[in-house]
């Protein structure tokens, strides 16, 4: 008999396969907020070509280099300091590049400090690095806006991965500028890496 490793005990379905899987046939399911049209014909005639027309196979780890270069001028809109193809490192999807993150932050004796409510992805994979999760409450009372003072009561020096998500999934809250420097603030001069998806995307 198949016995997994000790690490996996706790891991369970998440809340959005749960849904998902229990969804009566016919019914319209929001289980994993897949859109209800098709891939766009561009897309698809575009992927059709590439495969027949252009080299597949093996690349770099860190993804195309025209690809690199192209997501990262895409994120330097409005910076001072713009990215380059170095800073960029393309995976499968997001949950993919969560999981490269947190494995190659926090380990063991680690804290991750993430909002609540978040995205359901991060707890697990925080805990299969064998490092603990906390949480600073975002407050449905208030509008789920950011809280200074949760943050900084959920903050210790174990902390090592600090997530941000703004605007937040699941409740499209964005974090004020303010709130945001605040952040920056409490973290100067502490050992704490922050991860801010894009806009939110996670």
Same mark, same amino acid.
């Given at each position: 008999?198949?016995?997994?490793?000790?690490?996996?005990?706790?891991?369970?379905?998440?809340?959005?396969? =749960?849904?998902?899987?229990?969804? #009566?046939?016919?019914?319209? $399911?929001?289980?994993?907020?897949? #859109?209800?049209? @098709?891939?766009?014909? =561009? =897309?698809?005639?575009?992927? /059709?070509? =590439? /495969?027949?027309?252009?080299? /597949?196979?093996?690349?770099? $780890?860190?993804?195309? @280099?025209?690809?690199?270069?192209?997501?990262?001028?895409?994120?330097?809109?409005?910076?001072?300091?713009?990215?380059?193809?170095?800073?960029?490192?393309v995976t499968n999807g997001s949950e993919e590049a969560l999981f490269a993150v947190v494995m190659s932050i926090v380990g063991p004796g680690n804290e991750a400090l993430m909002p609540d409510p978040a995205y359901i992805a991060y707890p697990p994979v925080v805990e299969l690095a064998g490092a603990t999760s906390r949480y600073y409450k975002m407050p449905a009372a208030r509008g789920f806006a950011f809280d200074r003072r949760g943050f900084d009561a959920a903050l210790s020096d174990k902390t090592k991965l600090v997530i941000l998500i703004s605007p937040s999934n699941p409740t499209s809250r964005v974090i004020a500028r303010d709130d945001l420097r605040y952040i920056a603030d409490r973290l100067a001069g502490s050992n704490a890496y922050v991860v801010a998806p894009p806009r939110g995307r996670l």
């Open positions: 008999m198949f016995t997994p490793a000790e690490r996996l005990r706790n891991i369970r379905k998440s809340a959005t396969r =749960v849904l998902y899987d229990s969804a #009566p046939a016919g019914s319209i $399911n929001l289980g994993l907020g897949e #859109p209800d049209f @098709p891939t766009p014909e =561009v =897309v698809r005639r575009e992927a /059709i070509r =590439v /495969i027949k027309e252009e080299h /597949i196979g093996y690349t770099r $780890n860190s993804g195309i @280099p025209e690809l690199r270069a192209a997501v990262a001028v895409h994120h330097s809109e409005g910076l001072s300091s713009p990215f380059t193809a170095s800073n960029v490192c």
